[in-house]
């Protein structure tokens, strides 16, 4: 389709205007009350000639206008009751008050042409039928242009209020969105909201006030329906009539406790969703370690156990709702059944001409049934959600304590004894600080965080701030940046300011984007600073240079890539003040010297810097340095001054600097999650971009592929193999049929029962026709009671039955993809994003568990009855057969034509909600820098033009949707005339007066099951993209070693020796791409202790995967103890070698699953390897020792110990080949010592292969392997290499211990 355009990015945002115009300025009353302005966009659509560019949001439906307004109807309040008292609910009525009162108006009128259409000309008609001789012909057309004219009507009040309301509600949504992003932009500290809490209030939270929008109004008519229709059938019936009443007021009753359940239902499955969602991210993340231990097997039965457990507890809310949406259209048959039965019990008189009115009416109450649970749980929800935005807006920030000093002449920044807290001070009763959740609490002020700080930074001066974790070192920046509260004391800064946070922030946007941030682009700065800051490289390898847009934070980012990028920002934005926060901690040694050097010292020359490091080599190189200690300063002088005072600064420099590089690597490590794309950058660095999935336009914004009929009617074939094949898929189908047929079997039985009359026996002129008075009245009761209760049974047979089946679909299509992920060769993870994984698993998930089986049941159920109702009138009039057959050729016509149209809007919407989140969540995260660079009016004029091109879409669709549902309304509406004229034309003896007046019955009920027939199929339609999704990957994921055709089996006690031999071996990552491992020929010897060496890109981690055959080699082979490796199984192979990751890998579940996930060893055993590896104290120490279990993020070990706790699961192994990437890296050197004797004694017998990141690690070895682009360069004996001139090995060695010292 053409128009098809990316969301504008931040550059795009600054010159963006509005192109297009919106159709519904230009509509007309009747145009706009029908909807038909849709129709040239529909149209357009179908010819593929609509571009969307000239398609924009109406100003009056933008978060401009709409946001402006409400912020001022919210300070108005605020100014008249004051913020504590002030009712954001009262501000949103009063927003929206004169169009809630129109639409209070149409819905009335829409209740009168109801009750007018089904009670007052239904019984007018009955009594026409019954004696067609006391009125003329006339009269009876007249009746029907009467009720086709109702209907009609009808069908445009429901339109208009459609029309109306979705309007408002986008109104409504855009304008609570963009209230709570000024109140969000406008924090300079979280204050206890979490950016979880500010994103779902822009996101769910709106949407629910949209849909609260949408129902309420129509839930305040229903009242008034209920009593006019009420007293009108005990006009009819007398007093009995309330039975039928008293029996829909249980059932809406029940359907609010069914409402109930199903969300209690739902909040106890949340927590078992997240746990398996969050085993899978675990599986994703660490799917290298994984095959390398051979654990596919255990990780899938505990995701599968997880997904049991779900899908058990999914299926008590599924049966719930599904009860719930099944019974409505079946209550006015089991009222009518109840009332009629106890009426004739009590041998009140009863004709067709008081029954069939009643029963129409009840059939014209059970869209109550339908609409009243979702519009109460809608109401609860937005009640819920205006709460939450209230406690945002009665957040206040610190107050501006930061003296901007303008004729300062040498000083950049000064503190002045000051002091400052993150909690606000304790005021007096009368200031209004309620608000903030620490005011609310009753307890004692919290001690200060920074405490009587006084220091002075020269202009252009470099000051290095160092100390311990928890010292100050990150609040003193934030202090800076007016984060904190003032307590006493003074701040100023001249001139402005630069940040770069600890935790890198990206937000939406391509590089450039992000370096930039609104700046006019200098090509000559911009070339200067990307040079600086080492992203030259970066930008050769990301698909797009530094076009490439960049994710929610980064996603497809290394931590130091991120983190570089961040530092660019800072630099090219040429400020006076940089405050840079450990800006060097997530990049390696020789990186983080190039950016200190270049960058820091060079670049920034002549600025005023703050620089927190814990990397205490570059602090002698800072022209002055603080050392903080519990929030105050404890030393402060030149690097010389300090050491020479030998206090903590000297300790720290003297006894911690390795302790240093360790934090420096944990927190590397916490920060640096690399997107499979760049995954391995060790042996990718030199690959190609075009393997990486491209991404600018449709990088990060997947477009989604127009899917045609076909496409759909496979993917459901497919859906309803998963579900059983399709003799479960008839069988289902089936009972749905039972089920629609009984309930027309019970209509035209109670026809039949009417159409009996008084029977054989004699009565008066006044008793004629009152079937109370037939002698074989317990027989027709009788069969009707037995009917309804059949009715009964069938129904709940049908929900279990559906759920049952509809839940082994879903579960069999997820435990399919599981298996098919878990047998996916590394290469699919390294060109998949995790996050496309992780969709599959959660948000394409609950789709299939909720809304494709929610919305076919509505699917199936109302369209088997429009075919009853079809059906049905074509056996009382024949003749209807034309006028069916051409309302289903035009019915089939317009969806054919129009239905792919709408799933293309949803699918259009569904694409730009995700910039839109991704920048509210990147805001969200970054307001520290957002503030620092005075961009809070970029950022959101941003947001807001995001937020309309969302709005558009989804105003688009919900229209398009409303648009089909008005045009197949009126057709089904049109088709009321024919029956009502066969109805007058034809004569009592060609067909009885029940079985005409049955026939308006039903065909009054086409129109309105006509409209949840059609949004229930284009919600089918849109939601079985989720079942082609999960299709796409079980039928696209190859097996590792699939195209291995012969297994050979291996000696029981493979390998003896562990030797092994590369034999002109060559690897590249995927097809296409260039060679990382270039004809290796070389033999290790059995329980030789090998080093690997090598600059970055060398090769090293390819020669790892290369030997557990993550990757299978392009030509060439190993021989492990002469096996060829390819000739073997992988389980045979892997479950022989073992690993010891540099990123160390716990998972959650208990120590000991984490240790001997299959249980094959003996507890004694497990202490015994504990106690090797120094972990065994500080397992005694947890409350259950090896039954404790492990938290989410690993909390109850560091680094260091998590490292231990993998060298101890590679003692339990026990293999003959080990290999050890930087294994000890985590640990302080006192441990590590002790490490090094439990390697060298525990692994003596074995062949020992280390990576060393730090070539010293490596220097006891008996060979040394140097790696350069994949190659052998040098292979010997360390002291041989050390003496050897121009040895690359020695030049490594020279430029660590430069590094070092």
Request: contains cysteine.
């Amino acid at each position: 389709m053409n128009g098809k355009r990316a969301p504008p990015t931040y550059s795009s945002s600054q010159s963006e205007t509005a192109a297009g115009t919106s159709p519904l300025d230009r509509a007309g009353f009747l145009s706009f009350s029908t909807m038909s302005w849709m129709s040239a966009v529909m149209w357009s659509m179908s010819r593929k000639k609509l571009d969307f560019s000239f398609l924009s949001l109406s100003p009056l439906d933008g978060a401009g206008v709409n946001g402006d307004r409400l912020q001022r109807l919210w300070e108005e309040e605020v100014h008249k009751v004051g913020l504590q008292k002030a009712s954001l609910t009262r501000v949103l009525l009063r927003f929206q008050k004169s169009r809630l009162l129109l639409v209070v108006f149409i819905t009335v009128l829409y209740t009168a042409a109801l009750f007018v259409g089904s009670g007052v000309l239904m019984h007018e008609f009955t009594s026409y039928n019954i004696q067609p001789e006391a009125s003329s012909v006339l009269g009876g057309v007249t009746l029907s242009l009467g009720l086709v004219s109702v209907e009609l009507f009808r069908v445009g009040c429901v339109t208009l209020s459609w029309a109306v309301n979705l309007r408002t509600g986008i109104r409504l949504k855009t304008a609570f969105c963009t209230l709570g992003f000024h109140k969000i932009v406008s924090l300079r500290t979280h204050s206890g909201v979490s950016v979880g809490q500010m994103v779902r209030i822009l996101t769910s939270d709106s949407h629910r006030l949209f849909e609260a929008v949408l129902l309420a109004p129509v839930v305040l008519s229903f009242p008034l329906l209920l009593i006019t229709c009420s007293i009108y059938c005990c006009y009819l019936l007398h007093y009995t009539a309330l039975i039928g009443f008293l029996i829909f007021l249980l059932f809406i009753l029940l359907q609010c406790v069914f409402a109930r359940l199903f969300s209690v239902y739902q909040q106890r499955v949340v927590s078992i969703t997240d746990s398996r969602v969050r085993t899978i991210n675990e599986v994703v993340t660490c799917i290298k370690l994984i095959k390398m231990y051979v654990w596919e097997d255990l990780f899938e039965k505990k995701i599968t156990d997880i997904r049991n457990t779900e899908r058990r507890m999914l299926e008590k809310a599924a049966l719930i709702q599904n009860f719930s949406v099944t019974i409505s259209p079946l209550v006015p048959i089991i009222a009518a059944t109840c009332t009629f039965i106890l009426h004739t019990g009590l041998r009140l008189p009863l004709s067709i001409d008081r029954a069939i009115p009643v029963i129409t009416i009840f059939n014209s109450m059970r869209f109550i049934l339908f609409m009243t649970p979702n519009a109460v749980k809608c109401l609860a929800e937005a009640v819920v959600s205006t709460r939450r935005l209230k406690n945002l807006l009665l957040i206040q920030n610190p107050e501006s304590y930061v003296v901007h000093m303008t004729e300062s002449k040498s000083a950049a920044v000064v503190m002045d004894n000051a002091t400052l807290s993150w909690t606000r001070p304790l005021r007096p009763p009368h200031t209004e600080d309620r608000g903030d959740p620490e005011s609310k609490q009753g307890h004692p002020e919290a001690p200060p965080t920074l405490r009587n700080i006084s220091f002075t930074l020269p202009k252009g001066r470099l000051l290095g701030v160092c100390g311990n974790v928890g010292s100050g070192k990150t609040s003193l920046i934030c202090s800076l940046l007016e984060q904190m509260y003032l307590l006493q004391g003074s701040v100023s800064v001249h001139g402005s300011i630069a940040y770069v946070s600890q935790q890198p922030w990206i937000f939406y946007g391509t590089v450039q984007d992000n370096i930039l941030m609104g700046e006019h682009l200098d090509r000559p700065r911009y070339n200067r600073v990307l040079s600086c800051c080492n992203l030259e490289k970066d930008l050769d390898v990301l698909p797009y240079g530094d076009q490439t847009m960049l994710g929610e934070q980064g996603v497809n980012l290394s931590g130091g890539q991120k983190q570089r990028i961040s530092l660019a920002r800072a630099v090219y934005s040429n400020r006076d003040v940089y405050l840079l926060d450990d800006p060097l901690s997530a990049v390696d040694a020789h990186e983080a010297k190039h950016l200190f050097e270049d960058c820091i010292r060079k670049e920034l020359q002549g600025k005023s810097v703050v620089m927190v490091t814990h990397q205490l080599q570059y602090m002698k190189f800072c022209d002055e340095v603080l050392v903080l200690k519990d929030g105050a300063v404890l030393e402060s002088g030149s690097h010389v001054d300090l050491l020479q005072a030998e206090r903590l600064y000297a300790e720290l420099i003297n006894k911690q600097l390795m302790e240093q590089n360790s934090n420096e690597k944990e927190e590397k490590k916490k920060q640096v999650e690399l997107n499979p794309v760049f995954d391995m950058l060790d042996e990718n660095s030199d690959a190609p971009s075009s393997d990486c999935k491209p991404a600018v336009d449709d990088q990060l914004i997947h477009q989604v592929t127009n899917r045609d009929g076909l496409s759909t009617w496979r993917t459901f074939q497919r859906y309803c193999q998963a579900a059983g094949g399709y003799c479960v898929s008839f069988f289902i189908f089936l009972i749905f049929t039972v089920m629609i047929a009984n309930r027309a079997l019970s209509y035209w039985w109670l026809g039949y029962w009417l159409k009996q009359e008084h029977g054989t026996g004699n009565v008066t002129a006044s008793e004629e026709g009152n079937i109370s008075l037939n002698a074989d009245l317990p027989f027709y009761q009788l069969m009707f009671a037995l009917l309804t209760v059949l009715l009964l049974i069938v129904c709940m047979i049908k929900c279990f039955c559906f759920v049952k089946v509809t839940f082994h679909a879903s579960t069999t299509l997820h435990h399919s993809l599981l298996k098919k992920l878990l047998a996916s060769p590394m290469s699919f993870f390294d060109t998949t994003p995790t996050g496309s994984i992780l969709n599959c698993f959660s948000r394409y998930q609950d789709e299939m568990d909720s809304l494709v089986p929610h919305n076919l049941n509505i699917l199936l159920t109302f369209c088997l009855i429009a075919v009853c109702i079809c059906v049905m009138n074509s056996i009382i009039f024949p003749i209807m057969l034309l006028p069916v057959f051409v309302l289903v050729t035009l019915l089939v016509l317009l969806l054919w034509m129009f239905l792919g149209n709408i799933c293309d809007l949803k699918q259009m919407e569904n694409m730009s909600r995700s910039p839109y989140v991704s920048l509210s969540t990147s805001i969200a995260q970054g307001l520290s820098t957002i503030h620092a660079y005075n961009k809070t009016d970029e950022f959101t004029k941003l947001f807001k033009s995001l937020s309309d091109i969302n709005a558009n879409h989804f105003l688009l669709f919900n229209y398009g949707m409303r648009w089909l549902c008005f045009l197949v309304d009126t057709l089904c509406t049109i088709m009321t005339l024919p029956v009502s004229l066969l109805v007058v034309f034809s004569s009592n003896e060609f067909c009885s007066p029940p079985m005409k007046a049955l026939a308006l019955v039903f065909i009054i009920q086409l129109t309105s099951n006509c409209q949840f027939m059609i949004q229930a199929l284009t919600e089918v339609v849109v939601r079985l993209f989720s079942v082609e999704r999960l299709l796409d990957y079980i039928t696209g994921c190859k097996s590792e070693s699939s195209e291995q055709l012969q297994v050979d089996q291996v000696p029981e006690n493979w390998p003896q020796h562990g030797a092994v031999t590369f034999l002109d071996y060559k690897m590249r990552y995927r097809n296409n791409s260039p060679i990382v491992l270039n004809g290796l020929q070389l033999h290790i010897r059995g329980g030789e202790k090998l080093g690997i060496v090598g600059r970055t890109g060398s090769g090293k981690s390819s020669l790892a995967a290369a030997l557990f055959r993550l990757v299978e080699p392009a030509a060439g082979t190993i021989l492990i103890d002469g096996v060829d490796i390819t000739s073997i199984s992988l389980l045979d192979l892997r479950r022989n070698l073992s690993i010891i990751p540099q990123h160390p890998v716990l998972f959650t579940g208990t120590v000991r699953n984490n240790l001997d996930p299959f249980n094959s060893y003996s507890d004694e055993e497990i202490w015994a390897a504990l106690d090797k590896t120094y972990m065994k104290e500080t397992i005694c120490r947890l409350d259950r020792k090896l039954q404790a279990e492990l938290t989410e993020d690993r909390g109850n070990f560091s680094v260091g110990q998590r490292q231990l706790m993998c060298l101890s699961r590679a003692l339990l192994r026990n293999s003959k080949i080990i290999l050890l990437d930087e294994a000890t890296a985590s640990v302080d050197a006192e441990t590590d010592a002790l490490i090094q004797i439990t390697i060298r004694e525990a692994f003596q017998h074995c062949t020992m292969l280390t990576i060393a990141h730090h070539i010293n690690t490596v220097l006891q070895a008996d060979r040394i392997l140097v790696l350069d682009h994949g190659e052998v360069v040098e292979f010997d004996h360390p002291d041989v290499l050390k003496q050897r001139p121009n040895s690359l090995f020695n030049s490594l060695l020279t430029a660590a211990n430069t590094v070092k010292s």
